[in-house]
C-alpha cells in the first residue's frame, strides 16, 4: 500500500528551482490544487526576485470545527516553532486565502543539506498547519496528560465541510473518521476494503500498531455530536493512540498519517476500481476474440453452400423407388 507524501511535490520543485537561479529576474504566479482541496499559490516578482510569498487555502471547515483566525487552533505556534525566523507571517493574508508567509530565499543556509532539508519543510506546509491541532493532543499524550480546556471530543477539519473527531484522555487518544462516499461504488468498495483494513491489524506483523475497528454506527465516543456530523454512508473508523505510538519521531509519522487517513483510503478505492475496470476489459477483449475466431471461413461457404439439394422421402416412396 502507498502512503501519501507530507510535502507537496511541486512546491518542493518551484522551491528548488527558485533558488538555483536566484541571479535571473524571473516572475511567478503560480496557482494549484492538491487532494481534499488545499489550494496554493506562489508569487514572485521582478522588482523582489529573492522574496518569494506562498499562501494557503485551507478545506472549508464545518461547524463544529475550531478556527481561530481562519487557522486551526495552534496552528501559528506550530509555522514559528517549524521555521524560526525563516518566513513571516503576513497578517491579513492574501484575499482568499488562510495563510500567506513571506519567504526571503537569499537567507536560506549555505550548507546545500541544510538548506534542503528546510525547502522540504517548508512545502510541509499543509502538513503543519493542518496537523497542528492533533500534534498539540498527541505532544500531551506522550506525557500522559491532557490539555487544559479541551473539550469532551475536538473535531479536525480533513476535507470540505468534513471532519473527524478526537477524544483525548491521559492514557489514549481515540480517533474516530465519518467515511463518506460520494459514488455508490465507491461506498461498496471501501466497505470492503476497511473491513479488511480492520481484520489484517490482527496479524502478528502488525501487534504494535495502534488498535483498529469498524463499525456501521457511530462509537458511543460521540455520544452528543451532531446528526450530520454523524452521517457516513460507508460506517465509522476508530483508531486507538497509545503513548508508544507518538514517541520520538513517531509523532511527526503518527499525525501525518490520521489527517490523510480519508485521502489514502479513497487513493487505494480509485486504484482497486481502476484495476477491475481493467481487468474486465481484457476479459471482454479475450471473448469478442473467440467470438470472431469461431466465426466460419466465408471463402468456404460460398464454395460449398447451395451445389447440392437433399429430399427427405416418405416410406412409401423409398420402397417406390426400389422396386423400380
Partial sequence: MILLQSHSRFLLQTLLN??????????????????????????????????????????TPPLETVFVGGLPFGAIEAIKAAYGVTVQILDPP??????????????????????HTLLVKIASVREVVLGAPLRVILKHLASRTVAPDMNQFVALVHRPNESFFLVPQAEKVT???????????????????LQEFM???RTAGLSN??????????????KGATDNALSANAGFVTFVIFPRHVEGRKLDRTVWNLSTFHAYVNYHVKCSEGFM???MRRRVESLIQAL????????????????RSFKRLSLKDSRTNSSS
Wanted: charged share 25%; with cysteine.
Fill in 18 to 59: 527558485r533558488v538555483q537561479n536566484l541571479e535571473k529576474a524571473i516572475e511567478l504566479d503560480h496557482h494549484w490544487v492538491e487532494f481534499n482541496d488545499v489550494r496554493y499559490h506562489v508569487q514572485v516578482s521582478m522588482k523582489n526576485p529573492h522574496i518569494l510569498q506562498l499562501s494557503l487555502s485551507l478545506p
Fill in 94 to 115: 492574501r484575499d482568499g486565502f488562510n495563510l500567506t508567509l513571506k519567504l526571503n530565499l537569499s537567507k536560506l543556509p549555505q550548507d546545500e543539506e541544510h538548506r
Fill in 175 to 193: 480517533v474516530v473518521f465519518p467515511m463518506r462516499f460520494k459514488d455508490s461504488i465507491d461506498t461498496i468498495l471501501a466497505t470492503s476494503f
Fill in 199 to 201: 481484520e489484517s491489524r
Fill in 209 to 222: 500498531a495502534p488498535p483498529c475497528l469498524w463499525s456501521p454506527s457511530p462509537p458511543l465516543e460521540l
Fill in 277 to 279: 475496470h481493467s481487468r
Fill in 292 to 307: 470472431n475466431c469461431a466465426k466460419p471461413d466465408q471463402e468456404k461457404t460460398k464454395k460449398t453452400a447451395h451445389t
